[in-house]
C-alpha cells in the first residue's frame, strides 16, 4: 500500500538536511518514507491525501510517559495550586490505586490515554512502570505497557515505599525486581532526587540496568541540583530527564557528554514551579528533547503541542527549535532515527495540522490544530472529502 500526501504547504522535516520545505509531497511505501519532493511532481500512489496548503510536521516522539496508572489526584493538584509545594510524595498515592486496579482497567486507562496521544499527533510513545513498587506489580505494570509500545521503562526506584527500608529497597529493585522486569523492559530509570533515591543508590539501579542489558534514562535535578544529571553523563544514560537545576557543572557535563537532556514543561505549569532553562543547553550545544511527562500527579498533559508552547513562551526556545526537540530531540532521547523526521526511509509517522505553518502549533496554544494523523503509512484521521 502507498499512501501520498501532496500539496503541503510547508514541509517541517526536522532533519537537518531537508529543513523546512514548500508544496511539498511525500509518499510512503508501506510503513516507511520513499519519496520526497515538489508537490507538482508526485508520482501516483494506492491512495492520496490533498492537504490543500496545510503544514505537515513529523508524528511527534513522547520519550517520558508514567501512562499505565489508576486513580486521580485533582486534590493534590486544587491543594497546589493554592500554595502546597509539590515534593513527589503523591506517587505513593497512585501507587495504592494502581496497586488495587485490575490489569483489566490498567490496560483500558492506558489505552484511552494513548488514543487521546495520537489524536493529538504524538506517533510514538515512552511508558514507565513505577506506581506498581513490588516485584509482582512493577512487572505487572510492564506487562501492560508492552502491550502499547516497545519503548518500555523500568522505574521500579521510582520513590521507596512506606514503611521499606531505602537500602533494602534499592537492592530489591536491583535484585528480584530487575530480574522479573527486564523481559518487558528496553529501559531502567531512576529518580535520583531528595527523598527518593541518593546518588549511591541511583548509581546501583543503573548499574545493575546495564548489566542486565537494559538502556539508561534518568530522573535528575527535577526539585534541586543534585547529583543525577552528571551521574547520567557519565553512565552513557541515553536521556536525562527534568534538569531543572541546574549546576555549570553540570551543563557542561552534557556538553561534552552523549546524553539528551529531556524537558519537562508540564511538570513545571502543574506544579507551578520555574521552567528549565533550554536557552543555556541549546547555547552550550547540549541536545534538547522535550516530552509530556504525562502522570496524574506532577503532569496531567497528553499534548506535546502544550509542551510545545511551554517551552517557547517560557524556557528560550524558537518555534522551530521546541518542534525539532519534540521530534527529532525526543527519538535521539530514545536512541532511533528512524522516527522523528521527515526523511527517506524514515517511519511514515506525519502530522498534517490546520495551519499553514508549524509555528501556530506555539502561535495558537489550546487549539486542536491537528487534521490528520499518519502513523507508520497508515492514515489515521485523514478526511477523505476535505
Ligand atoms: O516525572 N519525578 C518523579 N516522577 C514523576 C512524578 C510522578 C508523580 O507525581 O506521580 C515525574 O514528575
Ligand atoms: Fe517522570
Known amino acids: 500500500?502507498?499512501?501520498?500526501?501532496?500539496?503541503?504547504?510547508?514541509?517541517?522535516?526536522?532533519?537537518?538536511?531537508?529543513?523546512?520545505?514548500?508544496?511539498?509531497?511525500?509518499?510512503?511505501?508501506?510503513?516507511?518514507?520513499?519519496?520526497?519532493?515538489?508537490?507538482?511532481?508526485?508520482?501516483?500512489?494506492?491512495?492520496?491525501?490533498?492537504?490543500?496548503?496545510?503544514?505537515?510536521?513529523?508524528?511527534?516522539?513522547?520519550?517520558?510517559?508514567?501512562?499505565?496508572?489508576?486513580?486521580?489526584?485533582?486534590?493534590?493538584?486544587?491543594?497546589?495550586?493554592?500554595?502546597?509545594?509539590?515534593?513527589?510524595?503523591?506517587?505513593?498515592?497512585?501507587?495504592?490505586?494502581?496497586?488495587?486496579?485490575?490489569?483489566?482497567?490498567?490496560?483500558?486507562?492506558?489505552a484511552a490515554h494513548l488514543g487521546e496521544m495520537v489524536r493529538q499527533g504524538t506517533t510514538t510513545v515512552e511508558?514507565?512502570?513505577?506506581?506498581?513498587?513490588?516485584?509482582?506489580?512493577?512487572?505487572?505494570?510492564?506487562?501492560?505497557?508492552?502491550?502499547?509500545?516497545?519503548?518500555?521503562?523500568?522505574?521500579?526506584?521510582?520513590?521507596?515505599?512506606?514503611?521499606?527500608?531505602?537500602?533494602?529497597?534499592?537492592?530489591?529493585?536491583?535484585?528480584?525486581?530487575?530480574?522479573?522486569?527486564?523481559?518487558?523492559?528496553?529501559?531502567?530509570?531512576?529518580?535520583?532526587?531528595?527523598?527518593s533515591f541518593d546518588g549511591d543508590q541511583a548509581r546501583a539501579v543503573l548499574t545493575a540496568g546495564a548489566k542486565a542489558g537494559l538502556g539508561l534514562r534518568v530522573h535528575a535535578n527535577q526539585l534541586t541540583a543534585g547529583p543525577g544529571v552528571r551521574l547520567a553523563v557519565e553512565l552513557g544514560a541515553a536521556s536525562v530527564d527534568h534538569c531543572t537545576h541546574l549546576t555549570d557543572a553540570d551543563v557542561d557535563a552534557l556538553a561534552n557528554g552523549r546524553t539528551v537532556a529531556t524537558l519537562l514543561p508540564g511538570a513545571e505549569f502543574s506544579t507551578r514551579s520555574p521552567y528549565p532553562d533550554a536557552r543555556r543547553l541549546l547555547d552550550a550545544g547540549v541536545t534538547v528533547a522535550l516530552a509530556t511527562d504525562c502522570n496524574p500527579g506532577s503532569s496531567y498533559t497528553s499534548s506535546m503541542a502544550f509542551c510545545i508552547a511551554l517551552a517557547v513562551r517560557e524556557m528560550g526556545m524558537t518555534p522551530a527549535e521546541a518542534l525539532i526537540a519534540a521530534t527529532a530531540g525526543s527519538a535521539a532521547a530514545l536512541r532511533r532515527s528512524d522516527i522523528g523526521r521527515v526523511a527517506i526511509g524514515a517511519r511514515a509517522d506525519l502530522v498534517v495540522l490546520e495551519a499553514p505553518s508549524y509555528v501556530h502549533l506555539a502561535y495558537r496554544p489550546g487549539t486542536p490544530l491537528v487534521r490528520a494523523v499518519v502513523h507508520g503509512g497508515n492514515p489515521l484521521q485523514l478526511k477523505r472529502s476535505n
Not at 31 to 40: E, F, K, L, N, R
Not at 148 to 170: M, Q, R, S, W
Open 1 to 110: 500500500m502507498s499512501l501520498l500526501i501532496d500539496r503541503i504547504g510547508e514541509l517541517f522535516t526536522a532533519d537537518p538536511q531537508l529543513g523546512v520545505l514548500r508544496d511539498a509531497a511525500v509518499v510512503a511505501e508501506g510503513d516507511t518514507i520513499a519519496w520526497i519532493g515538489p508537490s507538482a511532481e508526485a508520482p501516483e500512489a494506492d491512495e492520496r491525501f490533498d492537504a490543500r496548503g496545510r503544514a505537515a510536521v513529523p508524528g511527534f516522539v513522547d520519550s517520558h510517559t508514567h501512562l499505565v496508572f489508576a486513580g486521580d489526584r485533582s486534590a493534590e493538584f486544587s491543594a497546589r495550586m493554592s500554595g502546597e509545594p509539590y515534593t513527589g510524595g503523591g506517587i505513593r498515592t497512585t501507587v495504592a490505586a494502581t496497586r488495587s486496579a485490575t490489569d483489566a482497567e490498567l490496560q483500558f486507562a492506558a
Open 127 to 195: 511508558i514507565k512502570s513505577g506506581y506498581g513498587l513490588t516485584v509482582a506489580d512493577e512487572a505487572r505494570l510492564l506487562r501492560i505497557a508492552r502491550q502499547c509500545t516497545a519503548e518500555t521503562t523500568f522505574l521500579g526506584a521510582h520513590i521507596v515505599p512506606d514503611g521499606a527500608d531505602p537500602d533494602e529497597y534499592t537492592a530489591l529493585v536491583c535484585g528480584p525486581m530487575l530480574e522479573a522486569c527486564a523481559p518487558y523492559a528496553k529501559w531502567i530509570d531512576v529518580f535520583c532526587e531528595r527523598g
